[in-house]
């Protein structure tokens, strides 16, 4: 496959059958070009976490997992995403190194009580002790309304790219989209700084939280072997758990205790949330 390519004919059957890719390290330092590296290989990390798995299980079906990213300097946002910016055009936006604080910790709870399945116990399960940099340099955009702190999103910071890791909004400014705000301003964030690509983390093959992502245009799909391609529509297959070649349900339940369901990414779209959502919010 050529790189940027439409994906091909036979790209889900390569992915349904392919030994599927399941990695994890701990990384306690990295460099930007380093960090580059892996995006593009596409891993993610929360904290000094890094990951990345090529399928996943999600409402007891097998399925892909699409790391995906955008190219920040060709980005132009949909008539939706410009009514974001639109009516949020009175949030002031503020850029600063990341960090742990009791103003952050009061929001994520806040902004957790939304979920009821899949909760992470704080922040450190997706930053480390010392986020700034560790394990290389991370930023946190806040969004304040009229100075209260309505958002809060997390973004690492590559030579060539930036990766978005969490983020969580004040449920009070729900109709606000404040989370596709937030990531509008990194996309803007990353085009202003010189880079390149911007690397939305995960969504899945079937149907979920995480659809949100898809919205944005622009996007290229991991192919999980060397090359990513554009989207240039739909790429959607999931098996019953129960019906999945036995050699791949036992390699994805075997990695499902160190990598589950709600660790592979967080959702942010308002629209997809409630109280019924399994999943934690953020990226």
């Known amino acids: 496959m050529s790189q940027n390519s439409p994906p091909e004919a036979n790209f889900i059957e390569k992915w349904l059958y392919s030994q599927p890719v399941i990695e994890r390290g701990v990384v306690g330092s990295i460099d930007p070009a380093a960090l580059d590296h892996l995006l593009s290989r596409g ?14 299980i999600h409402e007891s079906h097998l399925c892909g997992v699409m790391a995906l990213r955008l190219d920040a300097r ?36 806040k902004h957790r009580e939304r979920f009821r399945d899949c909760l992470p116990q704080s922040l450190r399960s997706f930053l480390s002790e010392n986020p700034a ?64 690509w911007y690397y939305l983390g995960y969504a899945y093959t079937t149907p979920s939280p995480y659809d949100y992502k898809l919205r944005f245009p622009g996007l290229e799909v991991f192919d ?27 390699s994805m339940t075997a990695s499902a205790v160190d990598a589950p369901d709600c660790q592979t990414d967080s959702t942010r779209d308002s629209q997809t949330e409630s109280p019924a959502t399994k999943h934690p919010a953020g990226n």
């Not at 891993?43 to 996943?56: I, P």
């Not at 009175?90 to 994520?108: K, M």
């Not at 983020?167 to 009070?172: H, S």
């Open 43 to 56: 891993w993610r990390n929360f904290g000094t976490d890094f990951f990345r798995t090529s399928h996943s």
């Open 133 to 196: 940099s560790v394990p290389g340099e991370t930023i946190a955009l806040e969004a304040r309304i009229d100075n209260h702190l309505a958002a809060v999103s997390f973004l690492a910071l590559g030579a060539q790219s930036t990766s978005a890791i969490y983020a969580m909004f004040d449920p009070e400014f729900s109709s606000r989209s404040l989370g596709i705000l937030t990531m509008l301003q990194e996309i803007a964030f990353t085009s202003s700084t010189g880079r390149r």
């Open 224 to 250: 999980w072997e060397s090359a990513w391609h554009q989207l240039t529509g739909p790429i959607q297959w999931s098996i019953p758990v129960l019906q999945a070649e036995p050699e791949l349900n036992q």
């Open 74 to 109: 060709q980005f132009a946002p949909t008539q939706s995403q410009r009514r974001v910016l639109a009516k949020n055009t009175s949030v002031e936006i503020r850029i600063v190194p990341a960090l742990h604080c009791t103003d952050y910790d009061a929001l994520f709870f």
